[in-house]
Structures are given as structure tokens and as C-alpha cells.
């Protein structure tokens, strides 16, 4: 059931208007709410990108300062262009940044400028920057902002509903424990991982829903950027 003694995630600013407020360089709180919904996307697609450790690390503190630099200035048309692709395109160049430092040669040959991503936001910029070592890095983004987007509904849920009910969502749904494993280890009957799961289930896939929808229409005032 839903945990009243837990306060609803009412004081945490809605992500739809998210760009607008990084504009402002001294809004700590949006810049800390940017980080934490998508440093683990950056970070995630990074290393997928054949970066290490420490490169996928450089290519996220380049990116937070890249973004930072082109916030104030950043404005875009709802209808052609999306935060989602423009962060994008950033991401790219910096991954490909951190590739190019391992062949000296190739910072002697840097990208045309034409090609740039970091100058405009405009998504279809993004098609005319390479991917890193030929991979369909727009697929892997694609992908990783939807596991992205899954694990930020999950934590919001997570702070709205009793924590039994959660773990025993968490056990059985995302981890697919069986049944009676879950009522077993958490000491709890069938019929109650059974509306657990069915009550969570309809606030995540709200959740889910909210989120894709803000991100189509970024003017939207209840999900992502």
C-alpha cells in the first residue's frame, strides 16, 4: 500500500522544465538533480563505448562542464528538437575526445568544424558526428536512457510506497525471484507479492508514462527533459 508517513516527491523541481533552470549556473539543487538522473547514463554509455574506467570518468566531468558552458545560451524548438538528443551529441564528442587522446596522430586531424555538435541544439547535428569505433552509439544511448529512465521511476516510486511493499516488488520483478521464494524470505504470503506487484506495477508504468510523454513535449511540467 501506499506509505502516507513517506512524503510524495512534491519538493524535488519537475524535470520537464529542467533545461530552463540549468541556465541558471548558481541553481544547485537543478544541477545536483541533472547529475544524479543522468551521470549514470553518460557514464553507462561511455564505457560502452570501449572507454575504461578512468576515461568514461573524464568523458563524464567533460560533458557536466560542457553542458554547463552551453546551458545559458541553450534554447530549443519543442516540436524538431529534444534535451535528450542534444545531451547526446555532447556526450559523443566528449567520448570521442577521450578516444582520440589514445592516437596523438589524430589530434593533429581534428573534426571539420562543421561537424560539431557542441556550437548548436538542433538533434540532427547528431547525425553528422561520427560514432566512436564505428559503433551505433545512438542505439546504445537509446538503450541506456531507457534502462536510465526505468531506474529513475523505480527511485521515485521507492520514496512514495511502504518499503516492504517495494522489496518485495524489487525481489519478485526485477530480480524475477519465484513467489514463494519472496514470501518466504521476507516473511509475507503469496497474495501479498501478488498485490504488491500489481499496485507498484500500475504507479511505475504511470511513472514510465509521464516520463516518455515529458520527454516528447519537453514543455510538458511532470517528467524528464
Known sequence: MINSS???????PTRASLPDRLKNLDDAASWNEFYQTYHRLIYSVARRSG????????????????????MPGFTYDPGKDSFKGWLLAVTRWRILDQLQKRQPA???????????????????TIERIPDPVGMDLTAIWHEEWQRNLLQ?????IKRQVHPQQYEIYY????LEKPVREVARTLGV?????????????????KEILALERSESNPASTSATA
Open 6 to 12: 513517506v512524503p510524495k516527491d512534491e519538493t524535488v
Open 51 to 70: 572507454l575504461s574506467e578512468v576515461e568514461a570518468e573524464e568523458a563524464l566531468q567533460d560533458t557536466v562542464i560542457a553542458v554547463a558552458k552551453k
Open 106 to 124: 589524430a589530434r593533429e586531424n581534428p573534426p571539420p568544424p562543421t561537424a560539431t555538435a557542441d556550437d548548436g541544439t538542433r538533434t540532427d
Open 152 to 156: 529513475t521511476a523505480l527511485a521515485r
Open 171 to 174: 525481489l519478485h520483478v526485477v
Open 189 to 205: 504470503s503469496a497474495g501479498q507479492v501478488y498485490l504488491a506487484k500489481y499496485r507498484i506495477g500500475r504507479l511505475l508504468k
